[in-house]
């Protein structure tokens, strides 16, 4: 696709729930991120993914959260047993690497996650 | 730990004021420097960035941005808003170890 692509868009479940969030990064990039907005808190690191490893871990907020991308391409962050506060937007974003371009991370417009 | 700080939540101007966020980075080595913009209901989008070179960078709709790098810092700046720049402004820095970090936002309103 011609951008950043997440689903679902909207997620409503209920507490101790699992959930499964999608990015679709735009094709080619080597980098993704995962990123959680809530208000007032601006954009919390999650992870980043460059190919499908994952070199820095330590922003996941909890044991319950983890990601994983496959074929350099897809990535889902998954939150086991769903607590309220987890309620919030996860963003994704994709770039190519960073390290060796003048180039920029594209986001996606989100998964807002309601816990209840 | 890396950290990007952005020194104002909000701010409310009126038309034609001048502006200036502030953004702070605490890492002491080389750093790719950004200011994305997230207009509201819209996904975040890129303002200017800076790589190398000149300091003073230029990005879309008059915004411009100056890295001091003495100082960590890289704020961003327009010369009069315009109530369209109505939005949450994020600086955002990446490390060469592969970290792009985001500062807490600033909110601009700007009152026609």
């Known amino acids: 696709g011609a951008g950043v692509s997440q689903s679902p868009s909207n997620k409503v479940t209920e507490k101790g729930k699992d959930v499964e969030l999608r990015c679709d990064p735009i094709?080619?990039?080597?980098?993704l991120y995962w990123y959680r907005q809530s208000l007032g808190q601006g954009l919390e690191f999650l992870i980043y993914?460059?190919?499908?490893?994952?070199?820095?871990k330590s922003g996941l907020p909890s044991d319950r959260f983890s990601a994983e991308r496959t074929g350099g391409s897809v990535s889902t962050l998954t939150i086991q047993r769903t607590q309220q506060e987890d309620s919030a937007v996860y963003l994704c974003?994709?770039?190519?690497?960073?390290?060796?371009?003048?180039?920029?991370?594209?986001f996606g417009q989100g998964t807002r996650l309601t816990v209840v | 730990a890396q950290s990007v700080s952005q020194h104002n939540h909000h701010v409310i101007l009126s038309e034609a004021a001048s502006l200036e966020l502030g953004c702070n980075y605490s890492?002491?080595?080389?750093?790719?420097l950004f200011w994305y913009v997230q207009y509201p209901g819209q996904h975040l989008q890129l303002l200017l960035k800076?790589?190398?070179?000149?300091?003073l960078v230029k990005g879309i709709k008059g915004f411009e941005a100056e890295f001091i790098k003495s100082k960590f810092s890289f704020n961003l700046r327009k010369p009069s808003v315009q109530w369209s720049d109505t939005a949450e402004y994020f600086c955002?820095?990446?490390?060469?170890?592969?970290?792009?970090?985001f500062g807490q936002g600033t909110e601009l309103s700007v009152k026609p």
């Open positions: 955002a820095v990446y490390n060469q170890g592969g970290k792009l970090i």
């Open positions: 993914f460059q190919g499908n490893s994952a070199p820095d």
């Open positions: 094709s080619g990039h080597t980098a």
């Open positions: 800076y790589f190398s070179g000149d300091p």
């Open positions: 974003a994709s770039s190519l690497d960073l390290r060796v371009g003048n180039t920029e991370a594209f």
């Open positions: 890492y002491g080595g080389t750093v790719n």
